[in-house]
């Protein structure tokens, strides 16, 4: 069975960007070896993967413009959300809405991956690696 960065694509990346992770999803981030973990947009100049955690339309609309600014190459970008059933966790949006910033900004959305019982993970994909 796939672990959960093999089904977010996370291959030989030797950085990634985590914004807002929550407390369960640690021990995940702990598991990853050789992998430089960085928590905050300032500590970064270029990305190729970010994983977002966000549970308000507004966190989406303020991350989206400074992620891609700093994207390099073919970013993979996944936004980690609650699911429409979590208990635990509400969001104001879902996967088919809330998502205009990112869109705008020339980026699709491509896959949804569980997370784990409350969260999905939507990967969003800038439109010119889009195959069509």
């Not at 030797?14 to 973990?37: C, P, W």
């Not at 879902?94 to 569980?114: F, L």
């Amino acid at each position: 069975m796939p672990t959960i960065f093999q089904k977010l694509n996370l291959k030989d990346q030797k950085q990634i960007l985590v914004l807002n992770a929550t407390r369960s999803f640690e021990g995940e981030l702990g598991t990853l070896t050789d992998v430089e973990i960085k928590r905050h947009l300032d500590e970064v100049t270029e990305i190729d993967f970010a994983l977002v955690f966000v549970t308000r339309k507004a966190e989406i609309d303020e991350h989206s413009l400074p992620l891609v600014a700093k994207a390099r190459g073919d970013l993979i970008l996944w936004f980690v959300y609650p699911k429409g059933t979590s208990k635990k966790y509400k969001a104001d949006f879902n996967r088919d809405n809330g998502w205009d910033v990112i869109s705008a900004a020339g980026y699709q959305p491509v896959r949804m991956v569980a997370i784990d019982e409350d969260w999905s993970a939507l990967r969003y994909r800038r439109s010119i690696y889009v195959r069509r």
